[in-house]
């Protein structure tokens, strides 16, 4: 009988601006862009510099630590998947290269999180897609 827990909803994997990004996830990379122009970082991926505009964005990779910039604890869900894991931790993280990306937390508790706790990446793998979650080091 299959399994009918909810699952994680997933990435659209041919979007184009974040096809790299995603094909990255399953080497356990966290992926993202600089400007060759101005040294912008770049993060949600996208065709083009925040910063000026150009066209032309690297691709480099992150060490995976950072910090918590904000977060939220979400006690109520209407989504299947989610419910299932409430409460959970919503966070902003600065990575130390510069992106700041939406992520939850995991191992740890909502008394135990706190504003500038330093985070390292954890990946939770997905037949097709490994997605960046992070934990307090
Ligand atoms: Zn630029």
Redesign the pocket.
Known sequence: MADRSPTRPLPNLSELDTAEFWRGTQANEFRYQQ??????I?WHPRA???????G??EWRVSAGAGVVYTFSVVRQSYHPFFRSQVPYIVALVDLDEGPRFLTNITGTTPEEMDVGMRVQIVWEEHEEVHIPLAKPM
């Open positions: 400007c060759a122009n101005c040294d912008t770049v083009h510099c925040t910063g000026c505009v150009n032309d964005l």
